[in-house]
């Protein structure tokens, strides 16, 4: 069974993991794996010929919430597969959600060097360190995200986008970017890619969302296609009984 031209809203989205984690019993920390295995081993395989050079490094920049965990499974993934990795998290990690700290520490057990950006110092010094050779894996802000964004973080989006690089990765969506209207409030990541998990969102359909998505790649994360049909059903039919 395929998932056809389904798009999914962010409460469809949000709505999909509850009832995986509820109904099928798979723990969130094993969706949350299964995302960024996937996604790391995407981007292996897409820029491989990148990352063998000696000077290549993959930038990995996080935000606090699932997204940014999304992005530490990234981390340890790529580093496992011998990728010279960068880990900076924009915010307090004190305030990372339960699944995030998880990997949080196991990355921290590895040896990864986790770098916080908390304030304009802390954009300038990770903003040094990009250069147009990296991968840049932005995984700051996910489906949940509307509106503008906040400080520091908008300055890492603009200066990532300054930067030119041709191999920014998106995680699920780019930051900035909201899932449902497809529209970027203040700033919003320019990605060459961006790995979607499960469907395509709404709102990459909209003209002003083509601009920041690059090339759109699904990924499954281990949820029965079965499952995302009948949650979108009844949302429809939700919709419809409301109206």
């Known amino acids: 069974m395929t998932l056809g031209n389904i798009e999914l809203t962010r409460s469809q ?8 984690s509820v109904t099928l019993k798979i723990p969130s920390l094993i969706l949350m794996e299964n995302a960024g295995r996937g996604a790391a081993e995407w981007i292996c395989e897409t820029y491989k010929e990148v990352l063998t050079e000696d000077s290549a490094r993959v ?4 935000g606090t919430g699932n997204n940014g965990g999304d992005g530490l499974v990234i981390a340890r993934h790529l580093h496992n597969c011998g990728c010279a990795v960068s880990v900076w998290i924009v915010g307090d990690r004190t305030r990372l ?15 990864l060097n986790i770098i916080d950006i908390v304030d304009a110092e802390g954009v300038d010094r990770a903003c040094q360190t990009f250069g147009k050779r990296d ?6 802000l996910g489906t ?14 603009r200066r ?8 920014v990765v998106a995680i699920d969506v780019p930051s900035g970017l909201d899932c449902d209207s497809g ?11 961006t790995m979607t998990f499960v469907a395509p969102k709404v709102g990459f359909k909209i003209p002003p969302a083509r601009e920041y998505l690059g090339k759109v790649v699904v990924k499954g994360i281990g949820i ?14 939700g919709e419809q009984l409301g109206a």
């Open 13 to 20: 989205s949000r709505h999909i993991d509850e009832v995986a």
């Open 59 to 62: 930038q990995v920049v996080c």
């Open 97 to 111: 959600t339960h699944d995030a700290s998880v990997n949080l520490s196991i990355i921290l057990a590895m040896g």
């Open 135 to 140: 991968v840049i894996v932005d995984a700051m």
């Open 144 to 157: 949940g995200f509307s509106g503008d964004v906040r400080e520091p973080m908008a300055t890492i989006i």
């Open 160 to 167: 990532i986008n300054e930067c030119h690089c041709d191999r």
């Open 183 to 193: 529209t970027i409030g203040n700033v919003g990541i320019r990605a060459s890619a």
């Open 224 to 237: 029965p296609p079965s499952l995302v049909q009948d949650v979108v059903a009844d949302h429809s039919q």
